[in-house]
């Protein structure tokens, strides 16, 4: 019963647009659903909306591989050393607490607007989930294997890439979307807050300019975006990983 | 065959006064103790008499507190390469991520054998433990006495003088142990391996050994050292129908009853 799914939404944007045709509603901040398609045709129409979509991506998919693989591969080294873990402890502990957007004012003295100032937020943001998550998936590792792999003599670097790596992969790459949807909600905020490019900023300009078609347009578009991103991600989890990445008997 | 050449007596592995601590709590307490080449010793005992942390001291895992652990003339340090271990835990020990196979690899790759060399050694080892046709299969596709050849499989790819064996059939059923006992006896004796076999199983140990050390608990100490008299090729009827081997059986059975009451 798939389709029992769509009943309510459906329902609430059929009323909201018979609402809007009955009573005639014109406002500031409410758009009947027709008018806000109309919106989206026109953004994709005239290509605007492929421009803001670059923008906001490429500043979220260069925060989440910076902050994402500094994050991951400081995970690793801790997860494999108590002493540098317990020398980091302080400053992690008192770093990470810092709202990833409260960074903006630095960033922004040191950069300036544009990609710069936003990706180092970004990267900022990304860095925490994939050291936390990541630094727990290596100590997690059963330590057996760790001691099979002193037995047999292999050195750091094969204990990195063959016992510690394909161990922590399932748990690295939940950590790696977690921080893929971050970096779409960082890269947003700093558009709205601050940052005059990207989705973020057009959908400030759509309202300030009185336009909540366009707006609300600009908003759907950002919630399909984020959906799609994470299917992006579930989807090669389940290809790239497929043995490793449930780490049991591959069919 | 250049170790027939050396003396019979000569100690691969020698305990000297080695005294362990973990946690402030004595683990093990002036041990003494000597392995030859090509020896093949079982130690029993009651649980927490430390049989596991001898066996993790002459690999290398642990050091002593006090006396030293040698080997082949040298004081253990890190783990040596042609020192095998053979963990009770088979399923934690596989690499679940890799086939049958490529857990074996582990220990080339680990001694730097060259990539064509692998594949070839790979299947002779694999054909040696009988798991000649399960090469492609994970390790949690496999049968636990399965899963078990496996690891010694990756063990005998390290080439090793000595096999640490951990209460390596203690999970398994008892035809699946016998048959697994007869084939460590015949890769000892085929490869000159000495053996130190860590075990519960009082049977177990007189039916493997050259010599059963028998430990006492609280601290780890060891009580006595019994002499295994017994032909060779040992058989599971035959062997275990002797009359020392009962004899035996005896003795160690009233040791342990002694020990834990």
């Known amino acids: 019963m798939k389709w029992q799914g769509f009943i309510l939404p459906a329902g609430l944007v059929l009323t909201a647009e018979a609402c809007a045709r009955i009573f005639g509603i014109s406002s500031d901040s409410l758009a009947a659903p027709s008018q806000i398609l109309k919106a989206a045709w026109m953004l994709l129409a005239d290509g605007s909306l492929f421009v803001m979509t670059g923008q906001t991506l490429l500043s979220a998919v260069a925060g989440l591989l910076l902050g994402g693989c500094a994050g991951l591969v400081l995970a690793v080294v801790l997860g494999l050393s108590p002493t540098l873990t317990r020398l980091l402890r302080y400053p992690i502990e008192a770093l990470r607490p810092i709202p990833s957007i409260a960074v903006l004012p630095i960033f922004l003295m040191v950069y300036g607007f544009g ?137 | 065959m250049d170790r027939s050449t050396s003396n019979a007596d000569d100690a691969l592995i020698a305990f000297r006064n080695v005294s362990l601590s973990l946690g402030g709590r004595p683990i093990l307490e002036n041990i003494n103790l000597k392995v030859r080449r090509r020896e093949f010793i079982c130690v029993v005992g009651p649980s927490g008499c430390g049989k596991t942390t001898l066996l993790r001291l002459i690999a290398g895992l642990v050091h002593p507190d006090a006396g030293e652990v040698i080997y082949d003339g040298q004081v253990v340090g890190e783990p040596a390469s042609d020192v095998a271990l053979i963990f009770q835990d088979y399923s934690k020990a596989l690499l679940p991520w890799r086939t049958a196979s490529g857990n074996v690899s582990l220990a080339l790759e680990a001694s730097g054998t060259p990539k064509p060399e692998r594949a070839q050694r790979i299947r002779a080892l694999l054909d040696k433990v009988g798991l000649a046709h399960h090469a492609d299969k994970y390790p949690a596709q496999l049968s636990g006495g399965m899963q078990q050849r496996l690891q010694i499989a990756r063990c005998l790819a390290q080439g090793p003088s000595v096999l640490l064996m951990d209460e390596p059939f203690g999970a398994l059923d008892a035809m699946t142990r016998q048959v697994l006992q007869d084939e460590v006896l015949r890769i000892a004796e085929s490869g000159h391996t000495s053996v130190f076999f860590v075990t519960h199983d009082l049977e177990e140990a007189i039916y493997l050994g050259d010599r059963v050390v028998a430990l006492r608990p609280n601290p780890g100490r060891v009580a006595e050292i019994f002499d295994v008299r017994l032909p060779r090729p040992r058989d599971q009827l035959s062997t275990r129908e002797d009359p020392e081997f009962m004899r035996l059986r005896r003795v160690l059975f009233d040791f342990i009853q002694e020990t834990e009451s």
């Open chain 1, 115 to 251: 990609y710069r100032m936003e990706i180092a937020i970004i990267a900022f943001a990304c860095f925490w989930p994939n050291l936390i998550i990541g630094q727990a998936a290596v100590s997690g590792i059963e330590p057996r294997l760790l001691e099979v792999s002193r037995v047999l003599g292999l050195g750091f670097v094969g204990r990195v890439t063959k016992i510690v790596l394909p161990a922590a992969l399932p748990r690295l790459f939940l950590a790696f979307r977690l921080a893929a949807a971050i970096s779409l909600i960082v890269s947003v905020t700093v558009e709205i807050a601050m940052n005059p490019q990207g989705l973020g900023y057009e959908l400030m300009a759509a309202q300030n300019s009185l336009r909540p078609e366009v707006m609300f347009a600009i908003l759907l578009y950002i919630g399909l975006l984020g959906w799609g991103l994470n299917a992006l991600l579930l989807f090669a989890q389940q290809r790239l990983f497929g043995a490793a990445g449930t780490a049991q008997v591959p069919r």
